[in-house]
């Protein structure tokens, strides 16, 4: 079974500062994949960034980037040169890797606000 | 290319009733998922389907809940005797299966139920 905890419900972040959402899982599967999804308002989610748990090195995507600490069980979301496009709620989650049905589980959220 | 869509996109019924909600698959996707986001919750898997196997149920929260997928595309969740604690929105994805690459699963916008 997999689980994600997410420990901030809401976080703020003034525009191009730096911002950095955790999430904590647990899983038995030896191979899995994180991942941190993007909701805004349309309910629409949107892939932010993937890890595939083998890789040692963290996943990167422009202004957004990962820390994945595999022992700790942690994977934490940085956002770097925040916008306010960037307001929306964030959700982690994981999935196993192989065989079968990669359903998603997701953590709670994350509401980030971006101020001017 | 057209993404996944849901309809209807809000869905307002009394306590009782039944409901059917619709997912229109990306096309040439053989896999899709069903999930329920409560408020204030995360996303909640309810259903999979893939290709011409036995969809996984594992996640439908009682025997009122049931979904089917015509011809491998159009999937309908459907919702007998409704109740409140129903109330949610209900997010489709879909994504190709290339096991064991990775299938990015792709989110429709959504059907928001409520049940007075």
């Known amino acids: 079974a997999q689980t994600v905890t997410q420990s901030q419900p809401e976080m703020s972040v003034q525009e191009a500062e730096t911002v950095t959402l955790s999430c904590t899982y647990d899983?038995?599967?030896?191979?899995?994949?994180l991942f941190w999804y993007k909701q805004p308002p349309s309910r629409q989610m949107i892939l932010v960034i993937r890890?595939?748990?083998?890789?040692?090195q963290n996943a990167t995507e422009n202004r957004f980037s990962v820390n994945f600490q595999k022992a700790a069980k942690s994977f934490s979301l940085k956002i770097s040169d925040s916008q306010l496009g960037d307001a929306a709620m964030y959700f982690c989650?994981?999935?196993?890797?192989?065989?079968?049905?990669?359903?998603?589980?997701f953590g709670k959220g994350t509401k980030l606000t971006v101020n001017p | 290319g057209a993404g996944v869509s849901q309809s209807p996109s809000n869905k307002v019924t009394e306590k009782g009733k039944d409901v059917e909600l619709r997912c229109d698959p990306i096309?040439?996707?053989?896999?899709l998922y069903w999930y329920r986001q409560s408020l204030g919750q995360g996303l909640e898997f309810l259903i999979y389907?893939?290709?011409?196997?036995?969809?996984?149920k594992s996640g439908l929260p009682s025997d009122r809940f049931s979904a089917e997928r015509t011809g491998g595309s159009v999937s309908t969740l459907t919702i007998q005797r409704t109740q409140q604690e129903d109330s949610a929105v209900y997010l489709c994805?879909?994504?190709?299966?290339?096991?064991?690459?990775?299938?990015?699963?792709?989110f429709g916008p959504g059907t928001r139920l409520t049940v007075l």
């Open positions: 989650a994981s999935s196993r890797s192989q065989g079968g049905s990669e359903k998603l589980v």
């Open positions: 899983t038995s599967e030896s191979d899995y994949y």
């Open positions: 890890q595939e748990a083998y890789k040692q």
């Open positions: 096309s040439g996707h053989t896999a």
């Open positions: 389907f893939q290709g011409n196997s036995a969809p996984d």
């Open positions: 994805a879909s994504s190709k299966d290339r096991t064991p690459v990775y299938n990015e699963q792709f």
